[in-house]
């Protein structure tokens, strides 16, 4: 084992030692980021405590022009880990531990970077990505940062994904009319029945979007995740509740997507539709805008060195860095197959390919 991947895995064992699952998010100013602090000598570095948990550090050393950005909360662990889930452990090629491919792997290698150079770099660590309440984010666009380039760290096989699909969630009250289930209006006056037929209805709706495209990625993802409602078998169902979820590309129109999906229940029936979270697609923008975007992405990858991989499905941050004008892509080690895994893992030869690159990067 190289001298610089047990440094990379020291600071691995570190930062997966410290626990900063999310939920319960209970995350301090000190902790994983008083390491973090330790172990950056010579940056400018700001902690910012943005509530409930969600806290930042921002680092900068010199004038650049570009932020590295990785989230430090993972998701929690659960019963099926085989042992201690905040302990690392080395398993022949695979590093084992809370947060070690989601993304705590890539951290380890922005600090390994930033003490083998010396010149001009930024980091952004966050502590809010797994609870979809990007307010470390969000603060941090809001200032006057002056950054035009973004890489956010999440598992892409160190490989630079330039597009990847959005993300909204939506909660939807239908509305009936209690009575006698034995009534002729039990049909028509059901809740429950309102919510199958819209169900029907946002299913055609999702395959009739079967032949859209962009950039590798085809289709409307879509799922009912839950469903309640009812009293008992002989009860007309008053009210019905349902939470679902659409994934667009960078190409829909997520405003059309809510108008088309509260039409589908009766108008007479729905009593609540609201989207209680938003991530944009990437790269973000109406479709002429997110080709011109995807097309800078490319190109910074490129001038970077980076190998470009496929468009992913699953939602990152780096959609808030488009949206608010940075040129950005995804960037990081390990696979997302092993994301919110028990036993989650990466593997070492990703980690030290990870913290190469960056190095190279940071030097020239």
């Given amino acids: 084992m190289s001298n610089d991947l047990e440094g990379l895995l020291r600071h691995l064992e570190a930062l997966v030692a410290f626990d900063t699952r999310n939920p319960p998010r209970l995350i301090g100013t000190g902790g994983i980021f008083d390491y973090l602090r330790a172990h950056l000598p010579g940056f400018r ?28 909360d993972t998701v929690p ?13 080395i398993d022949g090629d695979r590093a084992i531990g809370l947060g070690a491919c989601d993304i705590k792997g890539a951290a380890a290698g922005l600090l390994v970077a930033a003490n083998a150079t010396t010149g001009d770099a930024a980091f ?15 603060a941090f666009l809001a200032r006057e940062h002056g950054f035009t380039e973004a890489i956010i760290a999440e598992p892409t096989r160190c490989e630079a994904v330039l597009a990847h699909r959005g993300i909204s969630s939506v909660l939807l009250r239908l509305k009936g009319e209690a009575g006698h289930a034995s009534g002729a209006n039990a049909l028509a006056a059901n ?19 079967a032949n859209a ?14 469903v309640e409602g009812g009293i008992k078998a002989n009860v007309i169902a008053p009210s019905a509740e349902l939470r679902f979820g659409f994934r667009p590309l960078p ?41 011109e975007r995807r097309l800078a992405a490319r190109d910074l990858a490129d001038g970077l060195g980076l190998p470009i991989g496929n468009a992913v499905d699953f939602w990152t941050e780096a959609s808030l860095f488009s949206q608010a004008g940075l040129t950005a892509f995804v960037y990081g080690p390990g696979d997302i197959a092993q994301a919110h895994t028990a036993d989650e893992w990466v593997a070492l030869e990703q980690l030290q390919r990870y913290a190469d690159a960056v190095t190279r990067i940071l030097g020239t």
Avoid at 77 to 89: G, I, K, N, Q, T
Avoid at 124 to 138: G, H, K, T, V, Y
Avoid at 195 to 201: E, I
């Fill in 45 to 72: 570095i700001e902690v910012s405590d943005h509530g409930e948990g969600a806290v930042s550090l921002f680092a900068v050393r010199g004038n650049p022009g570009r932020v590295f950005n990785v989230h430090l």
């Fill in 124 to 138: 952004l660590f966050s502590s809010d990505e797994e609870a979809n309440d990007p307010r470390c984010i969000a």
């Fill in 213 to 226: 495209r962009f950039g590798g990625l085809t289709g409307l993802r879509f799922n009912i995740g839950k």
């Fill in 191 to 209: 809740a429950l029945h309102h919510a199958m037929r819209w169900g029907g209805h946002a299913l055609d709706l999702v395959d009739a979007e």
């Fill in 77 to 89: 662990s659960s019963e099926a880990w085989s042992a201690d889930p905040h302990v690392l452990r």
């Fill in 251 to 291: 190409s829909h129109d997520v405003q059309q997507l809510h108008a088309r999906f509260r039409g589908c229940a009766a108008p007479a029936a729905l009593a609540h539709y609201e989207e209680t979270f938003r991530g944009p697609s990437l790269p973000a923008g109406d479709t002429a805008t997110a080709e």
